[in-house]
Each structure stands twice: as structure tokens, then as C-alpha cells.
């Protein structure tokens, strides 16, 4: 069943990291946005990952959006929420099928 457009109802800034060099040497990292897209964010409750018996305590949210052949969704990247961050812990691309992407992310606070 494909994604609803009524249910895309956040921007979620797609985030890859780069790596520099400081003025002192010092390796320094920062995220350049790769794409900003409609989704869904859904915070998950733990019934709802132990239910899928799966070891990720830490995972907080499912994010849902349209599969893009110009933006790859991996670990190495994160989502943008507003203020607040997401580090991916998978993506799936759903049933194969390049029509959906089903994200569990962790929060970072603090």
C-alpha cells in the first residue's frame, strides 16, 4: 500500500557528514543537507519494537517517506526534524520495491 500524502506531514532534511580539517590540524565534522522531504515521523513505543523482536532498545522513531533514486538512506547518514536529530540505525527499502523507505532512527538528545 503506497504512503498517503496526508500522512507525509513533517521536513525531514536528508544529512550526510563531511570531514575537515580545523585551522589547528584538528579533524572537524559537519552535515551538509543532501535533500528535504515530506514524511512521516512516528515515535515508537517499546512494546512496539520488542513485539518485532528486535535488540534496538535505543530506537525511538519510525520515519516513513517516498523511495528517491538520487538520495541513498544509510547509517552513515542522519535526518534533520526541526531542532532535533536523528541518527539512522537502518533503512529499508520496502519489499524491494523503490517506492518506500522505512527508517528506525535514534534521537539524539543533549
Known sequence: MPLQAGKLNHRVAIQSSTSAQGATGEPTKSWDTDATVWASVEPIAGREYFAAQQVA?????????RYRTDVTITPLKRLLVGARILEIVSALNIADGNAEWEILCRERVG
Open 57 to 65: 532498545a535505543d530506537v525511538t522513531h519510525r520515519v516513513r517517506m
